[in-house]
């Protein structure tokens, strides 16, 4: 497992979604509030970017005609077909089991730690001052 | 000539061996509702501005079912505005070029069809031809136009078709499954004639689309009911022209059903065949087995793709449609596009591959350059 610092904060703003690479590998990373997730940036089922996707909360209901939407729980839906997952399992909300996405560990750092890590820096040079995503893969 | 382009064309300079593609189903959009009306002559184009129009397309009109994100892919939105296909460069750099298309055939779902006043039908149709040659054709010889005719004015609709039948840059009659009569009456046999002199097939777009309510109780409630309900039109379509000899009178006629499903197709040609058996007597004008004639007329294309549970189910499916009568396509850029590598879940030999993705396409639609067949109808 290796911490790989993709972006600057500041370039991930709360309600944001944007793809990353990581060697050959796309990956989504969210920021839903200030909250960072990171999954691959592959719908499972026919392979669109599911960093084009509309982050929502999921619409429940007991009965029709009464409806709410549980802004505890938001998901990401594929821009294609809109499969719905959880940005943080990478599972999907109709088949979990089945329909999944992986799902990888995403922190915000301080410019000033990144120096000690053992981190893989590609393009990037850091400001102390700022703060950077990494994700881990 | 194409493939030299292609292989110029950005995702296709790959080693691996790609299956060239035919896309069967793509939805070009007008830019803007001037665009439209500027394909219009003077007095329909007053006439729009003046009382409106009711439109299958989402960006222009109001859809009968709305639908999430308009029905839209949501990355295809083109960077230089407007809607999704409405750009040729962007469809050509996400679509053509990152697929390797070799060819595209257009669906352009033209208010047209949708007219109560048919006088207007036929000149929206004329419109959304001329456009077609402009904006799309013409420029990108990739893709190919679908001869929008006002199925409701047939007299029209022959005019249309052959002031335009020359033009190889029409593969196809367009008109919309959801008619004001069943799909077989006479009242619509001269555009099957007509279209089965220049041999040009016709192809019915099920999806969204239509003058009739899409179940036959009416209006379903939602979306979800209406995306399923477009195999009816398409079934309800197939059987009438059978039923009412529409075969026996046309025998070059070829129908293409579009994007209506087709895992229903087998069941319903094996029921089909069965009824036959028993109740000939009230149809005594039918020539054939219904199964015959529609192994004889009939392609259907693949999109939105059937997803059993199981894969391999799939495998049965596509064999008793038949791998000779399925057209692939993505229905680019609806929500519910189909990826070429991915729709199938299923291991595809490499001549059934062929079959689906391009070949099937290229006889039908005489891509090759194969010269017309001029018959009597």
């Known amino acids: ?137 | 000539m194409t493939q030299e382009l292609l292989a110029k064309a950005k995702g296709a300079t790959d080693d691996r061996a790609r299956t060239m593609i035919v896309d069967c189903d793509i939805h070009p959009a007008y830019t803007s509702q001037a665009e439209m009306l500027s394909y219009l002559p003077l007095r329909w184009r007053q006439h729009v501005q003046e009382f409106g129009l009711f439109s299958a397309n989402p960006l222009m009109g109001a859809l009968p079912y709305p639908r999430m994100n308009h029905g839209m892919r949501r990355d295809s939105y083109p960077a230089a505005g407007g809607p999704p296909a409405s750009d040729l460069a962007f469809l050509q750099e996400q679509l053509l070029d990152a697929h390797g298309i070799e060819y595209g055939i257009l669906q352009p779902l033209s208010p047209g069809h949708l007219m109560s006043n048919t006088a207007l039908g036929v000149a929206l149709c004329a419109g959304t031809n001329d456009w077609q040659i402009d904006k799309w054709t013409g420029p990108e010889p990739r893709l190919k136009g679908s001869l929008s005719v006002m199925q409701e004015d047939a007299q029209a609709s022959v005019t249309e078709i052959q002031a335009r039948a020359n033009d190889r840059r029409f593969v196809q009659v367009a008109i919309s499954p959801r008619t004001l009569e069943p799909a077989g009456r006479q009242r619509y046999w001269p555009i099957y004639e007509a279209a089965a002199h220049y041999d040009l097939p016709v192809a019915m777009h099920s999806a969204a689309f239509g003058s009739r309510a899409n179940t036959g109780s009416g209006w379903a409630s939602f979306y979800i009911e209406e995306h399923f309900a477009f195999s009816h039109a398409a079934q309800t379509a197939l059987v009438s022209m059978i039923f009412e000899g529409v075969f026996d009178a046309f025998p070059h006629l070829k129908v293409v059903l579009v994007e209506g499903g087709f895992a229903w197709f087998p069941a319903m040609v094996w029921r089909l065949d069965r009824e036959w058996e028993r109740h000939r007597r009230e149809v005594p004008h039918l020539k054939r087995r219904p199964s015959e004639y529609i192994r004889d007329h009939v392609w259907l294309t693949t999109q939105p793709v059937e997803e059993p549970p199981l894969s391999s189910q799939l495998d049965d499916i596509l064999r008793w449609v038949g791998m000779d009568r399925l057209l692939f396509s993505t229905d680019y850029p609806h929500w519910d596009f189909d990826h070429p590598d991915y729709a199938f879940r299923l291991p595809l030999s490499p001549g059934d591959r062929a079959l689906l993705l391009r070949e099937n396409a290229v006889k039908l639609f005489r891509l090759d350059g194969a010269s017309v067949e001029r018959r009597g109808a």
């Open chain 1, 1 to 137: 497992m290796t911490d790989h610092v993709v972006c600057a904060l500041s370039e991930l703003p709360p309600g944001k979604a944007k793809r990353v690479m990581i060697g050959t590998r796309a990956i989504a990373v969210f920021n839903v509030d200030g909250k960072l997730s990171a999954i691959a940036d592959r719908c499972p089922h026919e392979g669109a970017s599911l960093s084009q996707g509309q982050v929502g909360g999921v619409i429940v209901s007991d009965r029709p005609g009464e409806y709410r939407v549980r802004t505890d729980m938001k998901m990401v839906r594929c821009p294609w077909h809109g499969w719905e997952f959880d940005m943080d399992t990478g599972k999907s909300w109709c088949d979990p089991a089945r329909m999944k996405t992986r799902s990888f560990g995403v922190k915000i750092c301080p410019g000033a730690t990144l120096e000690e890590g053992s981190y893989s820096l590609e393009v990037f040079s850091v400001s102390l001052q700022d703060e950077y995503v990494v994700v881990t893969v």
